[in-house]
């Protein structure tokens, strides 16, 4: 490998789990914030320990969240500053406002919220946690806005004297066709993740412990699989608008993720694929025809390009190089991103008729689908952004930017190398800290609910309250 392939898998391997903690968060961040609306309004204290047992998990994750998501800002100076000086004058405006505003809004709420128990009216306290599981929402749309630059740019010119590219428009950078369709789609995911953690845990103690707690967790467990369902309905829809967008921006990546090599029109899906080892030509297909035509063009016999006719384009228009992405790659974890995602969905429903009118199922394989219930939509989640950044390769930013510009010029192998050791191990210590830290929580069950304090008691010391 050289630095160009090191320095890739380093920001890969640290983005991909950076993300594992993002969508629970999100997601988590309402849900929690909902289980204490049903207390303030109902008085019902099921609730009020569901809030606080599901408060404490989510406040675990979003810690771990926060570590790792650190290295990735430091990771565009010291592995990608060229792409930092080229785009940073664009790239760099929504993740400034994303520091400086949304983490700031949900960090400084969310320590309200946590030592505000028995501090703060229970109107107010109840509002900290929305304002704070507003920021987590608002803080992704500013980073998808970076994001959505580098798969379309808009709302800049290119200054040859200085070499960059400068923001003329930052309205246009917010309102990137690529981000609107992909906010919606992220957030919806992240909700699915959400919903199929607290339905996994929540059907876990209903089996493991239907003697303690089954009547708060229940409810718990069907709010879960219900929003599990819901927003795994509006993944499908958000989905679909985003494939036609995809479609229009980055035909490419529509191409590869079909490993469709020719232009068709009618264009078919191809549910499984075989090719030659590096992705150049197909050998096998199962396809349902006319299918990939309505999800990239909205019509039964539209056209969608091929990989081979978008190669000889782009070598015209860009010059000569290799344009194609890793097709097999591409290929199959768009694959991967559908079929967990609709595991995820299966699993919850199956749930859903288990638990109805009051039963509780005593099936092993029920129990060990709970334990992984929660790992189905985060796994669609992880393949979909792998999907969405290795299918834009060559280009960091697509059309003005190769991924091979980008990397510092000054950095050594021995210092990728070295950091990428460091991380690993690292991380992999923060994985076993963050994995039995919610197993520990998690098997302790829902927390006893101390005596209410007076909240205008100005002596009382603050508590952190789970």
């Known amino acids: 490998m050289d630095i160009l392939e090191l320095s890739r898998w380093q920001f890969g391997i640290t983005t991909v789990y950076h993300f594992f903690f993002v969508p629970l968060t999100i997601g988590l961040s309402v849900l929690v914030a909902t289980m204490q609306t049903v207390w303030w309004r109902s008085g019902d204290e099921r609730w009020l320990r569901l809030t606080k047992f599901f408060g404490k998990l989510f406040l ?14 430091f990771q565009f100076g010291m592995n990608w500053s060229d792409y930092s000086r080229f785009v940073g004058d664009i790239f760099g405006a929504p993740l400034a406002i994303e520091g400086l505003l949304a983490f700031f809004l949900e960090s400084t709420f969310l320590g309200l919220w946590i030592f505000g ?5 229970p109107g107010l306290h109840l509002a900290c946690i929305w304002i704070a599981a507003a920021g987590t929402i608002l803080s992704a749309y500013f980073i998808l806005a970076a994001n959505s630059f580098m798969q379309n740019p808009v709302g800049y010119t290119f200054n040859a004297d200085k070499g960059r590219a400068e923001l003329t428009d930052f ?4 309102t990137n066709k690529v981000l609107i369709a992909t906010f919606p789609h992220q957030i919806i995911g992240c909700f ?5 953690f607290v339905a996994g845990v929540a059907l876990w103690h209903v089996m493991r412990h239907p003697e303690r707690d089954a009547d708060a967790f229940r409810p718990a467990f069907r709010m879960g699989a219900v929003v599990l369902l819901v927003a795994g309905l509006g993944t499908m829809i958000t989905g679909d608008f985003q494939g036609k967008v995809m479609t229009e921006v980055q035909p490419m990546k529509m191409a590869a993720a079909e490993a469709l090599y020719d232009d068709a029109k009618p264009a078919p899906f191809s549910l499984f694929t075989i090719g030659t080892l590096d992705g150049s030509e197909e050998v096998f297909s199962l396809e349902v025809p006319r299918l990939l035509s309505f999800l990239g063009t909205g019509t039964l016999d539209g056209q969608v390009r ?5 190669q000889a384009e782009y070598e015209q228009t860009y010059g000569p190089g290799d344009y194609r992405p890793n097709v097999p790659v591409t290929y199959w974890t768009f694959r991967m991103m559908i079929t967990t995602g609709g595991l995820a969905m299966a699993a919850g429903a199956v749930m859903l008729w288990a638990t109805r009118r ?3 199922p005593t099936s092993r394989w029920l129990l060990r689908a709970a334990v992984v219930l929660p790992l189905l939509p985060m796994a669609s989640n992880s393949f979909g952004w792998i999907f969405t950044e290795m299918g834009r390769q060559p280009w960091v930013v697509f059309g003005l930017m190769p991924t091979s510009a980008g990397v510092s010029p000054g950095t050594t192998m021995f210092e990728i190398v070295a950091s990428l050791a460091a991380f690993t191990v690292l991380y992999g210590v923060l994985a076993v800290i963050e994995v039995r830290l919610l197993l520990r929580y998690v098997k302790a069950g829902l927390p006893e ?6 909240p205008d008691d100005a002596d009382a010391p603050l508590a952190y309250a789970y």
């Open 449 to 454: 609910l101390d005596p209410p304090r007076d």
């Open 60 to 73: 675990i994750n979003f810690a771990m969240g926060i570590a790792t998501g650190i290295v990735q800002e």
């Open 171 to 174: 309205g246009a950078v917010l």
């Open 306 to 310: 091929g990989i081979d006719s978008l």
């Open 192 to 196: 699915m993740v959400a919903g199929a």
């Open 117 to 121: 128990w028995d501090r703060l009216r």
């Open 358 to 360: 009051g039963r509780t």
